[in-house]
């Protein structure tokens, strides 16, 4: 049966460099079927379909849709409210009364669970709609995916930064801790290691939150490296928790804030930096110790961006209509990795996605739980696109010296 109506397409929590080529390909897809009379926008996510503020995107071009795929972060804005049931019902009352039939979520774990209710608000009313969540985190972090939209870019960027962040410490010796978006999957913060080249390359250590963290432990490897090389370049996940499960940050300070959700507030905050390089100055002595979080920095970076990440965001936008319209299913779109490096989109049931955690496998992470293996290495290597090249070393030969 051919649902005849309205599509909504919203986008909710952060934003990405690519979650517009996943909104603009649902939209230009969309259009191509008759039985959608209108492609509404709803600008702040759920937050936009309750206070019907939508913007209708049938009357914009197909040049300058391409132009705002092209651009990062969320087009429509975009909310970190997360729906209840009672919020849910109201969504459902706004896409009732504009006659929507097709509704399309792009967002993480929470948006999918947010499609789920809502879908199931629809089912209790009789009312027959059809629902997609369109997978987007650059966490890396909802299951039955490889891999997410908007983590391969990201990926780039912390690449990117951690490679010239090596280059800058090599010429001016001494610690350096970057911190790193990931509150329970370390995807991101292990992208770090890409722009490794030569043996002594940073970073040199690498804390996941897949892995207890011990002050014990972090003071020995880098007083190890320090040792070795002179220097010691150290990627953190913000995520980072001690044996006990409780986030690293809360153990060494009295001072943390939470967000709207209840939880400890790692991102926007130098705190676990400057704790760490302070914990380094004081125990080993090192005196040139420096730490950076990058924070929002790799959500929406202009100009650091996979050509393959905008590719797949894209094809899902496509493939969620295709799925909603071609086969009046319901579901969320996930990305499937094929042979030695192609990928395959397939609908998965929106409770197996909804408000579930994928974090690193075992495979992808060092034995001594301070780095990462060549499996996850390969794995990360077609994500952050073509063109992506670790920076060179002099090799010209020494001079001999001709004073004593």
């Known amino acids: 049966m051919k649902l005849q109506g309205k599509a909504v397409i919203a986008q909710g929590g952060g934003p990405t460099a690519v979650i517009n080529q996943s909104l603009v390909g649902v939209a230009l897809e969309a259009r191509k079927f008759a039985q959608v009379d209108r492609i509404y926008g709803a600008q702040y996510g759920v937050q936009g379909i ?3 503020d939508f913007v209708d995107l049938s009357q914009e071009t197909v040049q300058n849709l391409e132009k705002v795929a092209q651009s990062p972060s969320s087009a429509l804005l975009s909310t970190r409210d997360k729906p209840d049931e009672k919020y849910c019902k109201e969504i459902f009352k706004a896409l009732k009364a504009h006659d929507v039939r097709y509704f399309f979520y792009i967002g993480g774990n929470d948006s999918a669970d947010t499609v789920r209710i809502v879908n199931e608000e629809a089912k209790l009313a009789r009312y027959d709609f059809r629902a997609v969540h369109i997978p987007k985190t650059i966490d890396n972090d909802l299951v039955l995916n490889d891999h997410t939209p908007g983590y391969g870019s990201a990926a780039r960027f912390v690449a990117s930064a ?11 010796p001494g610690v350096y801790i970057g911190v790193v978006m990931g509150r329970h999957a370390g995807f991101l913060t292990a992208a770090s290691v890409m722009g490794q080249k030569y043996a002594d390359d940073g970073p040199h250590l690498v804390y996941l939150p ?7 432990q972090f003071l020995g490897d880098v007083k ?5 090389y002179g220097r010691c370049v150290v990627a953190v996940s913000e995520g980072i928790v001690n044996e006990a499960g409780t986030p690293v940050m809360t153990t060494l300070t009295k001072s943390t804030e939470t967000d709207a959700h209840g939880n400890v507030q790692l991102s926007g905050t130098g705190m676990l930096g400057d704790l760490l390089s302070d914990l380094v100055k004081e125990k080993l002595k090192i005196k040139r110790v420096r730490s950076d979080t990058f924070g929002y920095l790799q959500r929406s970076f202009l100009g650091c961006v996979s050509d393959v ?3 797949e965001a894209r094809e899902a936008g496509e493939r969620a209509v295709h799925f909603a319209l071609w086969h009046n299913l319901d579901g969320s779109v996930s990305i499937q990795r094929t042979a030695n ?3 395959d989109y397939r609908l998965q049931k929106l409770e197996d996605v909804a408000r579930k955690t994928k974090l690193m496998p075992p495979e992808f992470i060092n034995q001594q739980g301070n780095g990462v293996t060549d499996e996850f290495k390969k794995y990360l290597l077609p994500l952050v696109g073509s063109g ?3 920076p060179h070393r002099l090799r010209a030969p020494g001079v001999p010296k001709l004073l004593d």
Request: proline residues 3%; charged residues 30%.
């Open 50 to 52: 309750v206070n019907e």
């Open 162 to 172: 951690f490679s010239g962040v090596n280059l800058d410490n090599r010429a001016l």
């Open 210 to 216: 897949e892995r207890p963290f011990t002050q014990e």
């Open 224 to 228: 190890s490296v320090f040792d070795q």
């Open 309 to 311: 990440d905008q590719r």
């Open 341 to 343: 490096y192609g990928v």
């Open 388 to 390: 992506f090249e670790a």
